[in-house]
């Protein structure tokens, strides 16, 4: 079946100057109409990948001979691995990534760039595979990636509302 003949599960109609917003029948909201499409097709391809990563799933437990009762358990894993993360190592190797890339600079050239504010090659190395950030990195870390020390212990510590929510989970 084709997908312009089934039915979507958002859609809108643009009879008014806000344009009613359905889910699957049921009215659900109003946007603007030079927002209806762009939200509307947002959502639509959101369930599309959601059902893509629950057919992804479910084929791979079957195929490692687990239950499939684990289906939605493994679409969150798989989901908060994919997501930005906010704190920790790993945020703060994401935002030294995007500082490689704002400086235009190759893997060696940004290493060298990184030595010269005293983060030697290791150090660097050990951030990006997600090893412990000690106090003594966050000054010449805060001068590479041009934040201040206060912003970046908070991505390296999260809040304690996060970390509480992390512990959780």
């Given at each position: 079946?084709?997908?312009?003949?089934?039915?979507?599960?958002?859609?809108?109609?643009?009879?008014?100057?806000?344009?009613?917003?359905?889910?699957?029948?049921?009215l659900v909201g109003f946007f603007k109409q030079e927002y209806a499409s762009e939200v509307i097709k947002?959502?639509?391809?959101?369930?599309?990948?959601?059902?893509a990563l629950k057919i992804a799933c479910t084929d791979l437990i079957r195929k490692t001979g687990g239950?499939?009762?684990?289906?939605?358990?493994?679409?969150?894993?798989?989901?908060?691995?994919s997501e930005r993360p906010k704190y920790g190592t790993r945020a703060i190797a994401l935002l030294l990534?995007?500082?490689?890339?704002?400086?235009?600079?190759?893997?060696?050239?940004?290493?060298?760039?990184?030595?010269?504010?005293?983060?030697?090659?290791?150090?660097?190395?050990?951030?990006?595979?997600?090893?412990?950030?000690?106090?003594?990195?966050?000054?010449?870390?805060?001068?590479?990636?041009?934040?201040?020390?206060?912003?970046?212990?908070?991505?390296?510590?999260?809040?304690?509302?996060?970390?509480?929510?992390?512990?959780?989970?």
């Amino acid at each position: 079946m084709s997908l312009h003949n089934e039915i979507l599960d958002w859609e809108c109609s643009s009879k008014t100057p806000y344009i009613p917003i359905y889910h699957k029948g049921d009215l659900v909201g109003f946007f603007k109409q030079e927002y209806a499409s762009e939200v509307i097709k947002f959502l639509n391809e959101e369930a599309v990948l959601t059902k893509a990563l629950k057919i992804a799933c479910t084929d791979l437990i079957r195929k490692t001979g687990g239950d499939t009762s684990q289906v939605k358990q493994m679409m969150k894993k798989y989901i908060k691995i994919s997501e930005r993360p906010k704190y920790g190592t790993r945020a703060i190797a994401l935002l030294l990534g995007e500082r490689q890339k704002e400086l235009d600079l190759n893997s060696q050239e940004f290493t060298k760039f990184c030595d010269t504010f005293k983060i030697s090659p290791t150090e660097l190395n050990n951030i990006y595979a997600g090893e412990v950030v000690d106090d003594i990195l966050l000054a010449p870390l805060s001068r590479i990636l041009g934040i201040s020390k206060e912003h970046l212990l908070q991505v390296r510590d999260g809040s304690e509302e996060e970390t509480e929510s992390m512990s959780k989970n």
